[in-house]
């Protein structure tokens, strides 16, 4: 995906999607993002096996994307990867999101979107967040067990 092909989700699209403050500490996070697994514990080995994949090979996990106030963020599934993984916060797969700046950058990290990932087999995935003065990674383990 191209840069121009870049897809937004804006503050209009925030949810609440109800993980406590102790499971959104407990989330892997990169820079101003965290990554709260809702029907899937990471590196659940039998959970990912029991997955279906649908028709074209891709297991699906919601995964909700917390952002700390007033900081936009791009998400990035890294080239070498899309061939295995894909995001999912809108309705189709894509290479990257980008996420607005929601609230003020003094209230708590409530900027929550659904959404998730896609993935073809067991994965642990590095994936890449940017925003204004940073880059990180964090890697998810989908099924591996230990990343």
């Known amino acids: 995906m191209s840069a121009a092909q870049v897809v937004q989700r804006d503050c209009a699209s925030l949810v609440s999607v109800g993980l406590g403050d102790d499971a959104w500490r407990a989330a892997p996070g990169a820079g101003p993002a965290a990554f709260g697994a809702l029907d899937?514990?990471?590196?659940?080995?039998?959970?990912?096996?029991?997955?279906?994949?649908?028709?074209?090979?891709?297991?699906?996990?919601?995964?909700?994307?917390?952002l700390?106030?007033?900081?936009?963020?791009?998400?990035?599934?890294?080239?070498?990867?899309?061939?295995?993984?894909?995001?999912?916060?809108?309705?189709?797969?894509?290479?990257?999101?980008?996420?607005?700046?929601?609230?003020?950058?003094?209230?708590?990290?409530?900027s929550?979107?659904?959404?998730?990932?896609?993935?073809?087999?067991?994965?642990?995935?590095?994936v890449e967040v940017t925003w204004p003065g940073g880059t990180a990674r964090v890697v998810l383990d989908f099924g591996v067990g230990g990343c």
């Open 112 to 126: 929550e979107f659904a959404g998730g990932f896609a993935v073809r087999e067991a994965v642990c995935l590095p």
């Open 68 to 110: 700390r106030g007033g900081t936009p963020a791009t998400v990035t599934v890294p080239a070498a990867r899309r061939e295995v993984a894909a995001l999912t916060y809108r309705n189709g797969l894509d290479d990257t999101v980008s996420f607005a700046a929601c609230g003020a950058a003094s209230e708590p990290p409530a």
């Open 40 to 66: 899937y514990r990471w590196g659940d080995r039998a959970g990912f096996a029991e997955r279906t994949p649908d028709a074209q090979g891709w297991r699906r996990f919601k995964v909700a994307l917390r």
